[in-house]
């Protein structure tokens, strides 16, 4: 938009010049036709009509700029989302991306999996199948270094293939995230060419602020180690995790299952535990510590405070007297 303005602004200011060397002429050739005893107006008609069609000329101009911009704007978000085919007539057609991945299936032939996705990954089938796939529960720092590995520079948008992974930001204390985490232990298996990573948000700050986790359980979808994607449902079941992830990557289910008693126990643990907070019992002990503080301050604490000496007093003569 800047630059249509200098362009706009560079116009104008032509156009002034212009004007200004028409309005040098016109005044020449009024004094050649006042010594030709001619009429002036006519002249002074032509110049407001050349002015008048100056700056409809530059509306024009700007107005065909901005409809050529708009059209390279189009065809840029075009190339994000999908192939732009254009034909002899000048028609535009946007394709969708495909997301095509070869997965070997046991039997040994290729099975080309096309869906319209958002996502395009590359993620292939583990070839030890007798291990069973589990969610890895990291820290900070390892968990950094599992997404430093899926990453690579020569991919630049998510219409490239990339290598997916799902990441599940949850706390131990946190009964939303209890519920949560045996359905994503058992999504471990459904989709055992994806990664799956949990990570205790609870312990690590810095990873919320760094991909905008805030509120927890978080689900996102990273994408060449990239975050692109977030799970905004409710409902936190196996079947609605499922539906999200295929929806996304377009990676078929390979194992149709439920939660089990060992998804249960873990690696996400799937019972909240309420730790003691000390900061909190210190916070209550200092506020009762100040209030009792100001309260010794005031004039019902002296009253309560003679009250009290006042009865102990009576106390000592009554025991004096009975000796």
Not at 130 to 153: D, I, K, M, R
Not at 181 to 201: G, T
Request: aromatic letters at 10%; proline letters at 5%.
């Amino acid at each position: 938009m800047r630059i249509l303005l200098i362009l706009l602004i560079i116009k104008v200011i032509f156009c002034e010049n212009v004007t200004n060397e028409a309005n040098d002429e016109q005044s020449h050739e009024e004094v050649i036709y006042s010594s030709e005893d001619i009429d002036p107006p006519k002249n002074d008609y032509k110049e407001e009509k050349n002015h008048s069609e100056a700056i409809q000329r530059i509306l024009r101009d700007f107005e065909k700029t901005l409809e050529e911009n708009k059209k390279m704007f189009d065809l840029a978000e075009a190339t994000d989302t999908g192939a732009v085919i254009e034909d002899s007539d000048n028609i535009i057609t946007i394709e969708p991306s495909r997301n095509i991945t070869s997965e070997t299936s046991a039997e040994g032939p290729a099975v080309d999996n096309s869906t319209k996705t958002r996502l395009v990954c590359n993620n292939t089938l583990p070839v030890d199948l007798e291990t069973v796939p589990t969610v890895h529960l990291l820290n900070g720092s390892y968990f950094q270094l599992s997404l430093a590995e899926e990453f690579n520079s020569s991919i630049s948008n998510r219409s490239q293939s990339a290598t997916c992974s799902l990441t599940l930001f949850f706390a131990s204390w946190c009964d939303f995230s209890a519920t949560a985490a045996p359905h994503y232990n058992a999504l471990a298996r459904v989709f055992p060419q994806l990664k799956m990573y949990a990570v205790d948000s609870s312990m690590h700050h810095s990873l919320n602020t760094q991909y905008g986790v805030m509120a927890v359980p978080t689900l996102l979808v990273f994408h060449n180690s990239r975050p692109l994607y977030k799970y905004n449902y409710t409902e936190y079941s196996l079947a609605s995790f499922t539906q999200f992830v295929s929806l996304l990557t377009g990676l078929e289910p390979q194992n149709v299952t439920e939660p089990s008693s060992e998804d249960w126990e873990g690696p996400v643990p799937s019972v909240a535990v309420k730790p003691l907070n000390y900061y909190l019992l210190l916070a209550l002990l200092f506020t009762l510590l100040c209030g009792f503080r100001e309260f010794s301050k005031s004039p019902l604490a002296g009253q309560l405070l003679d009250t009290v000496r006042n009865a102990w007093r009576e106390a000592e003569i009554q025991h004096e007297h009975t000796e």
